[in-house]
T-cell receptor, first 113, second 113 residues
């Protein structure tokens, strides 16, 4: 079955530091890959996506590249802000399991001023 | 366009009772999925409905059930509540075609005492 493994948190960074959150996946087909963000007391928000190998998703300064050869989709941001503090989830979905996303365990990011 | 709405936002129930949660998807979305989020288990898929039919189901006991109406609104029901059912229940909607990203509601926080 499908699975997603994220780097364990929590991650604490100073403002303007570089962020990487590692994500690797296992899937039988050709999944679409996603990063979602969850702020306290809220649901998940789609941050970015990539639907095929070598695609780069980007949004709000965050980027992730779909690497089929390493089955990875690492999240990066060049300069984090205090407002980026949240929980980040890597996820995948594929045609054979439409409507059923598989999520990683989430990585809590805290950015200190 | 209005986002996914869930009602109620908070709920306190007693063991043995039953509960019904409601979800209204984004206009035009035909797929509605439900997830349970807990600190220990993370995000777990409950089921997904597409055009009033259950298309996918997770590994939850039969006490958890759902349905979808012709206007795509969905409800989930949990009967004979247990303490372990305390969780944030998230609803997500999507078009249901080949675009698999999901849009989440704010969730219903269920506490079972």
């Amino acid at each position: 079955g499908n699975s997603v493994t994220q780097m364990e948190g929590p991650v604490t960074l100073s403002e303007e530091a570089f962020l990487t959150i590692n994500c690797t996946y296992t899937a039988t087909g050709y999944p679409s890959l996603f990063w979602y963000v969850q702020y306290p007391g809220e649901g998940l928000q789609l941050l970015l996506k990539a639907t095929k190998a070598d695609d780069k998703g980007s949004n709000k300064g965050f980027e992730a590249t779909y690497r089929k050869e390493t089955t990875s989709f690492h999240l990066e941001k060049g300069s984090v802000q205090v407002s980026d503090s949240a929980v980040y989830f890597c996820a995948l979905s594929d045609r054979s399991n439409a409507g059923k996303s598989t999520f990683g365990d989430g990585t809590t990011l805290t950015v200190k001023p | 366009k209005a986002g996914v709405t869930q009602t109620p936002r908070y709920l306190i129930k007693t063991r043995g009772q039953q509960v019904t949660l409601s979800c209204s998807p984004i206009s035009g979305h035909r797929s509605v999925s439900w997830y349970q989020q807990t600190p220990g288990q993370g995000l777990q898929f409950l089921f997904e409905y597409f055009s009033e039919t259950q298309r996918n189901k997770g590994n939850f006991p039969g006490r958890f059930s759902g349905r979808q109406f012709s206007n795509s609104r969905s409800e989930m029901n949990v009967s004979t509540l247990e303490l372990g059912d305390s969780a944030l229940y998230l609803c997500a909607s999507s078009f249901g075609g080949e675009s698999y990203e999901q849009y989440f509601g704010p969730g219903t926080r269920l506490t079972v005492t």
